[in-house]
């Protein structure tokens, strides 16, 4: 992460800022995954996890549009615009994968669909639309230095599988993810490494990471919560 053997690059700094929050992320996983009632809770943890993913592909689409049209005068839009292209394709139909695994959980895709999701889990691509397209394409890239940071281990599937009793098959996403996501972590900060970024572009990156981590580990918290408190 370092140019040179001194000087820190922006993904160095970048990572450095998801390191803040990761503890805090850490610990609500831990939460979720450690609970007695997984069998139970994972389901309904997942509900919330495809209200997240539904949004990604929509999401790219319409920043990398916007970053198009301003990518003739600012360069780091269109490198994020390209970059957006390219890993939409990448993220497509990975909502469909969830709802294959939800149902053989026993969880109907109308029932997935049906449920409102939290104005905490709309917060997190509700932030990326306004910041995305009301300030600048390059918050989505720290949107995702967030989001594909943590890939679940081999180890935490295996424990899961074993602890819920639900197939194997049911965890098509969790595997698909342990094995996509440290690629494009790696993709995400040559990106960066690449851009002409400026203060402001760094500062929104920042931000976005850090946002995108609050707004996930409170929605476990609450998601939890909501989980105890119905028996």
């Known amino acids: 992460m370092k140019d040179g053997g001194s000087r820190i690059t922006a993904s160095g700094r970048l990572r450095r800022k998801v390191a803040v929050i990761s503890p ?15 069998r139970d809770l994972l389901p309904r943890y997942l509900l919330d996890v495809h209200c997240v993913i539904r949004s990604t592909v ?12 301003l990518g003739p005068s600012d360069p780091v839009a269109a490198g994020v615009a390209s970059y957006l292209r390219q890993h939409t394709e990448e ?4 909502d469909e994968w969830l709802l294959e695994d939800l149902a053989l959980m026993g ?13 905490t889990l709309a917060g997190v691509a509700g932030s990326q639309y306004f910041w995305g397209l009301h300030f600048h394409p390059v918050s989505l890239l720290g949107y995702f ?3 594909e940071a943590f890939p679940p281990s081999a180890e935490l599937i295996g424990d899961l599988i074993e602890r819920t009793g639900y197939p194997s098959e049911a965890f098509r996403t969790f595997v698909e993810h342990g094995d996509l996501d440290p690629g494009h972590r790696e993709e995400i900060d040559r990106i960066i490494d690449t851009l002409p970024l400026l203060p402001e572009h760094e500062a929104m990156l920042g931000l976005s990471a850090l946002s995108t981590g609050q707004l996930l580990t409170q929605s476990m918290h609450e998601t939890i919560e909501e989980f105890e408190a119905s028996g």
């Not at 929509?58 to 049209?69: C, R, S, T, Y």
């Not at 993220?91 to 990975?94: D, G, K, L, P, S």
């Not at 969880?107 to 104005?119: E, K, M, N």
């Open 91 to 94: 993220e497509r139909f990975h």
């Open 145 to 147: 230095a967030f989001a």
């Open 24 to 38: 805090a992320f850490g610990a609500a996983c831990a939460r979720v995954f450690l609970h007695p009632r997984i």
């Open 107 to 119: 969880i109907d895709r109308r029932a997935v669909l049906g449920r409102v999701p939290s104005p």
């Open 58 to 69: 929509p999401l790219m689409e319409a920043v990398a549009a916007w970053g198009e049209e």
